[in-house]
């Protein structure tokens, strides 16, 4: 599944970079709306009279911009910095923290100067030289839905792929993975895949591939020899939850070979802010997510703002389940967490 956009919207600036020209001249001859804006960072072109069609209009909209800014946001825990290829995503997933992050027009941006953002990173990590650098690719964006218009991926994971002290890992829901199958990685790129139940994909994460989709790209990156994970998250307790928690681990383990053993797993159960609740009902409001209040308990997190888990019991079974279920089918896998 790739992103084919309604509209697209690229830099002045853009123009003069290679890509950019080729993506101009690409949407030239496709039938979308194409115009030349003055910044990235002041789109007044996207329609939308209420946040709902605000945001899906967005969503249906392509930036194509220059990165002006020299400065690498952190991204611990995951990584050491975020690396900016790209922001936000076409997914419409009803639960996603970027709702809450990225205004009320979270339109794709994409960056063309490719070669600028790359020259940083090497500044980063002669800095922390011999240690090993982490940059994340997916922080604020999935940027394999693009792939296929910006080849950046393919690049990235080239450059770090010759970097002693350098090291890349990004995650996506998406599958378009072949381009990348053949690149020189070298190890030093970790894939990880989000993926979930039928149940919670087919509900709740709109515009995305199926389970069984992802499960096959995952299965392509694992014969590729990427180091691979897998986030499963969020955790959502429903009816027949353990049911098809433990097929999609079955079908997982039948596709990666025995020799890419060495996984590791990111499990997050569902939780929410009160300011995620408002933003996620008036996206959504027939939403079948659960955010009664009453039935969850409250956490305080780092950053001081509260938000509501499940109880101690609900994340006591969660938390054994995938625990027996992943030690069965996956020896040797490492959870990295549980939260």
Known sequence: MVFVPKRV?????????ALGAK????????DVELK?????NRVTAIPGKTPQESYFEAKQTLVVGVRKSEKF?????SAHYQLPLATSCPGKCEYC???TNLGKKPYVRIYVNLDEILAKAQEYIEARKPEITVFEGAATSDPLPVEYLTGNLAKVITYFGQQEFGRFRLVTKF???????????QGHTTFRFSINSPYVINTFEHNTP???????AAGKIAGANYPLGFIIGPIIFYEKWQEEYEVMLEELSKVLPDSQRNLTFELITHRFTKRAKTNILSLYPKTKLDM??????????QFGYTKYVYPKDVLGDFKEFFTKQIEEKFPGAKISYFV
């Open 175 to 185: 599958t378009d993975v072949d381009s990348l199958l053949k690149v020189a990685h």
């Open 73 to 77: 946001q952190t991204c611990k825990p």
């Open 36 to 40: 030349i804006i003055k910044s990235h």
């Open 292 to 301: 009664d209040e009453q039935k969850r308990q409250l956490k305080y997190g």
């Open 23 to 30: 993506l101009y001249a690409h949407f030239l001859k496709q």
């Open 210 to 216: 199926s389970m069984k989709e992802r499960i096959i």
């Open 9 to 17: 919207l690229i830099e002045q600036e853009a123009l003069d970079y």
């Open 97 to 99: 923290y970027l709702q």
